[in-house]
């Protein structure tokens, strides 16, 4: 059964920094596009950035050049590096799969304090 876990969520002040990471299990990671999606209260849950398994990036708007994302594949994680942190970046944070289909994991709460 496919595992995605993400780690590394909490609670920083306005302009820190946080590294998630997401760890999958039982499936070929190599060749998935890997991503993160974040949703906060009340809202629609948006696209953060993504990786494909060629290494090409994209990112929302909203995080270029405040995020960094990255995957090592030898050790089937991505990592999504939050510096400049923002409280509008508040939400819960999930880390996502996609080939054929998507697999999600449970979320990271991510809280950046004013």
């Known amino acids: 059964q496919v595992q995605l876990v993400e780690s590394g969520g909490g609670l920083v002040q306005s302009g820190g920094s946080l590294r998630l990471s997401c760890a999958a299990s039982?499936?070929?990671?190599?060749?998935?596009?890997m991503g993160w999606y974040r949703q906060a209260p009340g809202k629609q849950r948006e696209l953060v950035a993504k990786?494909?398994?060629?290494?090409?990036?994209n990112y929302a708007d909203s995080v270029k050049g405040r995020f960094t994302i990255s995957r090592d594949n030898a050790k089937n994680t991505v990592y999504l590096q939050m510096n400049s942190l923002k409280p509008e970046d508040t939400a819960v944070y999930y880390c996502?799969?996609?080939?054929?289909?998507?697999?999600w994991g449970q979320g990271t709460q991510v809280t950046v304090s004013s």
């Open positions: 990786i494909t398994n060629g290494g090409s990036t």
């Open positions: 039982d499936i070929s990671f190599s060749i998935y596009t």
């Open positions: 996502y799969a996609e080939r054929a289909r998507a697999y």
